[in-house]
Nanobody
């Protein structure tokens, strides 16, 4: 089992940048696919980005089309952390952001129902 705690949320101006972090407990962090999701008021939780388990020294990452080229997901297995660098955020990126861990036997997964553990979320508000 793993516990996830997000940090780094807050208020950011459109076009700025914000870095979200997620700290995981447990000794098996490297065995999980890690993902970031978000949920805006009145909307369903949606996929943002995911990063695979290590393959040697490399990782595979996947992004929602809405954030591709602006957001970057990364992980540090030695520190049990996964991060989401948000560059050039837009007001429509305003949401509660969640990190999640999946034991699925795939490279990456996008569906929230395939994630097994979730953090409590951190609010990101982008002002125009």
């Amino acid at each position: 089992q793993v516990q996830l705690v997000e940090s780094g949320g807050g208020l950011v101006q459109a076009g700025g940048s914000l870095r979200l972090s997620c700290a995981a407990s447990g000794r098996t962090f490297s065995s999980y696919i890690m993902g970031w999701f978000r949920q805006a008021p009145g909307k369903e939780r949606e996929f943002v980005a995911a990063i695979s388990r290590s393959s040697g020294s490399s990782y595979y990452s996947d992004y929602a089309n809405s954030v591709k080229g602006r957001f970057t997901i990364s992980r540090d297995d030695a520190k049990n952390t996964v991060s989401l660098q948000t560059n050039s955020p837009k007001p429509e990126d305003t949401a509660v952001y969640y990190c999640a861990a999946s034991v699925a036997r795939r490279i990456v997964v996008q569906a929230p129902q395939e994630y097994d553990y979730w953090g409590q979320g951190t609010q990101v508000t982008v002002s125009s």
